[in-house]
Nanobody, 118 residues
Framework: QVQLVESGGGLVQTGGSLRLSCAAS????????MGWFRQAPGKQREAVAV???????NYADSVKGRFTISRDNAKNTVYLQMNSLKPEDTAVYYC????????????WGQGTQVTVSS
């Protein structure tokens, strides 16, 4: 069983920055593909950024050049640095773990709210 706990959300003005953290339990965190997802009110959940066990990353087009995903395997933590935030980034952000690398995110955190004011 993997437990994920997000932190770092909050209220920020347009153009501001936030860093989200996701602390994971489990001895094999370094082997997991980790992802950040978000869901805005009335919208479907979407993938924001993914990082593989080897450190390769992928981003949604809407956040490329503004968001950076990273991981610290010694701390069992994945981060999402969000810069140049826009009101359309407002959403609940979730981290998720894919233990097998097959695109199946079996474990999810509780989510953290990010609100960007205009």
């Amino acid at each position: 069983q993997v437990q994920l706990v997000e932190s770092g959300g909050g209220l920020v003005q347009t153009g501001g920055s936030l860093r989200l953290s996701c602390a994971a339990s489990g001895r094999t965190f370094s082997a997991y593909v980790m992802g950040w997802f978000r869901q805005a009110p009335g919208k479907q959940r979407e993938a924001v950024a993914v990082i593989t066990s080897g450190g390769s990353t992928n981003y949604a087009d809407s956040v490329k050049g503004r968001f950076t995903i990273s991981r610290d395997n010694a701390k069992n933590t994945v981060y999402l640095q969000m810069n140049s935030l826009k009101p359309e980034d407002t959403a609940v952000y979730y981290c998720a773990a894919d233990p097998t690398g097959r695109g199946l995110y079996n474990y999810w955190g509780q989510g953290t709210q990010v609100t960007v004011s205009s």
